[in-house]
């Protein structure tokens, strides 16, 4: 009852004290339809809604009985749309247990391999008593300064927060994570809270790095599951959608959840894009061009000259076999070999098989062999030439620097140039997939391929991909795609992401152990095809490109192996990632790229002196490739070269799904 309804009341008291006040009609009034979507307020408290009056005696009470037919209708719906999600999200868990139930090998009470580094960890940190007492002190400061900046925002304060997102946390855009009360306390609970625990963790002293880092990572993985953005009641974009959707939302999003669980084939495989939009060959990996060889382990692709004269010495590609070729080649706009051959060069690339199980008996010598060996040598007999420059990108850069050792041993000088996309020689400095091989990792592997015939399956891969990145490639989807209901967006960079290849059981343990475990090569300890390889007695002149965000070949690490070659190198600094460091057309104008003719011994000391140019690190790299690509002859067609064409680019290899 409202200041003036009261005071009415009781001055009509007064008057006439033989009568009673005539008691206020308890039906709700008519009220206008509501806005779509309702406030957070209205999303916490319904009875605050437009229409819904206060009950007297219990001020924003929720009353059912004063609902109108409209609000009736509007529970209705949305009580019958909640219990509709229920039942499909239980008929997806009901699903999972009874699979799970058919394979209790995967089942497994420490499935991240961390409980010995975390029994590790919180040990020095029991017998570290000083520092948990100032670490508790300091938590309970964070919320003391929490707890007050609340209540002096609540007595109409302006305040700043005690905590804010890291810059680049996307999961507390939404307005109301700042401009409602609630949600804003809950979101500087979370952060103070986890921004605790990691840094808890980090400042433990006298473990070992790996140790720590294992931990580290897996705190991470923690605190960024348990986002209060991740929750439907703490989320105040979900709710809102809920309530303007009457529940279709929540519907929709346990509809999505059940496809992608499907998908899966038992094991939730969150869709990242719109995969029905993209079409290998029709609107991604669109290049002209021919198969021009074919073994097992590759197909070789050249592409058509788009100049009348090109260089004589040609340009051999290998990506990595984890993924598809097409990253360089997703659209006309940013394709790396459409630029490339725009540039006058004549490129090949080495298109590489999805194996299944007749291929699980595959080793590195064989990739080594039929990849790189075999693919040159075709090339070289389709241009009519005696060399070529190569190009190795990531896993296909750590094969290819291997094999220029081999070369080396074997006097084999066929290879004129070596440019290395984001590739490690030396793991010591490795990026976070070094967490994920250690033996009880492996052992986990070997039995996961086993189980499927010697190859790992190409959902793995992935799945261990998006863990590294989980807020951008996981979190971020569980909300859009489950919490709101929505479908992603048409994105042809997560398209190809998405499509993961299968990894042969020799091929990638022997990765696995000897490069990331053993780091073997930098030591000076691999041997292949009985060589015992030294990256010392390659002089063979290298391009080595990182990236200064690059999580997975770190810059670091990347220069560490960019030292290790015995002949002149030329090392490159990009802007942005692994993939976007590598892939920025000079036609975007985005990021910037270092460079430095010395090679001092540490990447601090190289990026001291070096310099920065804005855009594309393409045009440095191509005058580089250009003077070492020989003279220029007329361009090269593939359908008329000594090699007859098999088929069409994009070819067959890289359509086969996993």
Not at 544 to 555: C, F, G, L, R
Request: proline share 6%; aromatic share 10%; glycine share 6%.
């Amino acid at each position: 009852m409202s200041a003036r309804d009261s005071k009415s009341a009781k001055s009509g008291s007064t008057a006439k004290k033989s009568v009673k006040a005539k008691p206020k009609s308890t039906q709700p009034k008519t009220i206008k339809p509501r806005a779509p979507k309702p406030s957070a307020t209205e999303i916490r408290n319904p009875s605050t809604a437009p229409g819904a009056e206060a009950k007297p005696g219990a001020a924003n009470a929720f009353d059912p009985q004063r609902l109108s037919a409209e609000q009736m209708e509007i529970v209705e719906k949305l009580s019958a749309n909640l219990a509709r999600a229920a039942v499909t999200a239980q008929g997806v868990f009901a699903e999972a247990a009874l699979r799970q139930a058919e394979r209790p090998a995967a089942l497994s009470a420490d499935p991240f391999h961390v409980s010995a580094a975390l029994t590790d960890v919180m040990g020095r940190l029991s017998a570290q008593p000083e520092r948990l007492v100032r670490a508790q002190a300091d938590l309970f400061q964070k919320y003391m300064e929490l707890w007050q900046s609340a209540a002096r925002r609540a007595s109409g304060e302006a305040v700043p927060p005690v905590v804010e997102p890291a810059k680049g946390d996307k999961r507390f855009l939404d307005p109301d994570w700042n401009d409602n009360p609630v949600f804003d306390v809950i979101k500087q609970s979370y952060l103070v809270t986890s921004n605790w625990l990691n840094a808890l963790v980090s400042g433990v002293d006298d473990v070992e790095p790996m140790t720590k880092r294992r931990v580290e990572f897996f705190m991470k993985m923690l605190t960024d599951a348990f986002s209060p953005s991740n929750f439907l009641v703490s989320n105040p974009a979900a709710l809102r959608e809920a309530m303007s959707s009457r529940g279709e939302s929540l519907v929709k999003g346990m509809e999505n959840f059940a496809e992608d669980f499907s998908r899966g084939g038992g094991q939730l495989a969150i869709s990242q894009t719109d995969y029905d939009m993209f079409k290998i060959g029709e609107n991604v990996a669109t290049a002209p061009g021919k198969v021009v060889f074919q073994n097992e382990i590759i197909q070789l692709l050249q592409f058509t000259p788009s100049t009348p004269q090109v260089y004589e010495i040609p340009l051999v590609i290998f990506p990595p076999w984890i993924n598809k070729f097409y990253i360089l080649d997703l659209r006309p706009e940013n394709s790396m070999i459409r630029w490339l051959t725009d540039q006058g060069i004549t490129v090949f690339v080495a298109s590489w098989v999805n194996p299944d199980k007749a291929l699980a008996a595959k080793t590195f010598e064989d990739y080594m062999r039929q990849g790189i060996y075999e693919g040159t040598a075709a090339a070289m007999k389709q241009a009519g030439v005696d060399r070529v420059n190569t190009v190795g990108y990531c896993i296909g850069g750590t094969l290819l620097s291997s094999t220029l050792a081999h070369m080396a041993a074997k006097g084999d000088d066929r290879i004129q140039s070596a440019t290395f996309f984001a590739a490690q020689q030396d793991f010591s400095e490795a990026g976070d997939l070094l967490l994920f091989t250690n033996e009880d990792w492996l052992k986990d592997l070997e039995k996961m391929m086993d189980a499927e015939g010697g190859v790992l399956r190409g959902q793995s891969m992935a799945d261990t991909f998006n863990m590294l990145r989980s807020n951008d490639l996981i979190w971020s989807f569980f909300v859009n795609n489950y919490l709101m209901g929505k479908e992603p967006k048409p994105f042809d960079l997560l398209f190809w992401n998405s499509d993961q290849t299968r990894m042969p059981k020799a091929l990638h343990l022997f990765y696995l152990r000897k490069f990331y475990g053993e780091n073997a090569l930098a030591k000076g300890e691999l041997v292949m095809d009985g060589v015992k390889l030294d990256l010392s007695t390659v002089k063979t002149p290298v391009y080595v490109q990182s990236s200064k965000e690059d999580h997975i070949a770190p810059a670091r690490s990347v220069y560490r192996g960019a030292k290790l070659f015995g002949g002149p190198v030329t090392f490159t600094l990009a802007g942005s990632g692994h993939i976007a460091g590598v892939i920025n057309a000079p036609v975007a104008k985005k990021y910037q790229h270092w460079t430095n003719a010395s090679l001092p011994d540490s990447v601090e000391a190289w990026m001291a002196d070096a310099v920065e140019t804005p855009g594309s690190w393409w045009p440095h790299w191509a005058a580089w490739l250009q003077a070492r690509s020989g003279q220029m002859v007329a361009a090269r067609d593939p359908a008329k070269g000594p090699l007859k064409p098999l088929e069409e680019a994009p070819g067959s290899y890289v359509k086969v799904t996993s």
